[in-house]
Nanobody, 124 residues
Framework: VQLQASGGGLVQAGGSLRLSCAASGGSGSRYTMGWFRQAPGKEREFVAAISASGDSTYYAGSVKGRFTISRDNAKNTVDLQVNSLKPEDTAVYYC??????????????????WGQGTLVTVSS
């Protein structure tokens, strides 16, 4: 499956963006989908994940309550609504997919498929 992320940009602190990830080359509805981010000089970190059915979601503590992950299996897309942005949210955001599902409500750490990133820059 190929993944294409979009929607990044420059936004002021407190602003919002909607990131989108389009899946092609496979049935996107089979996959757990995740969003990760990598800030300059830092390691990639998990942001959010959603189960294949869309029934389960999971968030990193740093974004819980501000970010919302959703999916449209008919369109093979997964969105990440990012609100109340902070300068520390500045990063390249990546979407990822894996056939493994959630285990006891928690998604896997590893994903088989990755898209290219989309840059989110939050100015103070």
């Amino acid at each position: 499956v190929q993944l294409q992320a979009s929607g990044g940009g420059l936004v002021q602190a407190g602003g919002s963006l909607r990131l989108s990830c389009a899946a092609s080359g496979g049935s996107g509805s089979r996959y757990t989908m995740g969003w990760f981010r990598q800030a300059p000089g830092k390691e990639r970190e998990f942001v959010a994940a959603i189960s294949a059915s869309g029934d389960s979601t999971y968030y990193a503590g740093s974004v819980k309550g501000r970010f919302t992950i959703s999916r449209d299996n008919a369109k093979n897309t997964v969105d990440l609504q990012v609100n109340s942005l902070k300068p520390e949210d500045t990063a390249v955001y990546y979407c990822a997919a894996d056939v493994a599902g959630f285990v006891y409500g928690v998604p896997k750490d590893e994903y088989a498929y990755w898209g290219q990133g989309t840059l989110v820059t939050v100015s103070s």
